[in-house]
């Protein structure tokens, strides 16, 4: 089997259409925007699901939208690793990089 192959019979069109919906409630956009939090593979994420996985998906985002107190599937959004880095970075040291790389800077005018 080639790499990213299905394993089993595609998905029907309802179940794509049902898992996008719920996909939708949970506050995505699309199969790609959900592909993180829910765990998809780069091929789920292009949205091609096997029957098996795309009812296994269903249930547990129904089995979700059933238990409020759950946690959402969807989460929190999280940062990305560079964000978390430059959030921590001490001002001084990003504008520097900022400089090296030929940005114009200015300090903020003080109230």
Do not use: N, Y
């Not at 969807?74 to 880095?85: C, E, I, K, L, Y």
């Amino acid at each position: 089997m080639a790499f990213g192959q299905q394993t089993g019979p595609p998905a029907s069109a309802r179940q794509l259409q049902e898992l996008l919906a719920l996909l939708q409630d949970a506050g995505h956009t699309d199969f790609r925007d959900a592909r993180g939090p829910m765990g998809f593979t780069q091929r789920q994420a292009g949205g091609r699901f096997t029957r098996d996985e795309a009812t296994a998906f269903i249930d547990r985002l129904q089995d979700v939208g059933l238990d409020r107190s759950a946690p959402s599937p969807a989460g929190t959004p999280r940062q990305s690793a560079a964000a978390q880095v430059l959030r921590h970075m001490p001002a001084e040291q990003l504008a520097a990089e900022l400089k090296r790389r030929g940005w114009t800077l200015t300090k903020p005018q003080s109230r």
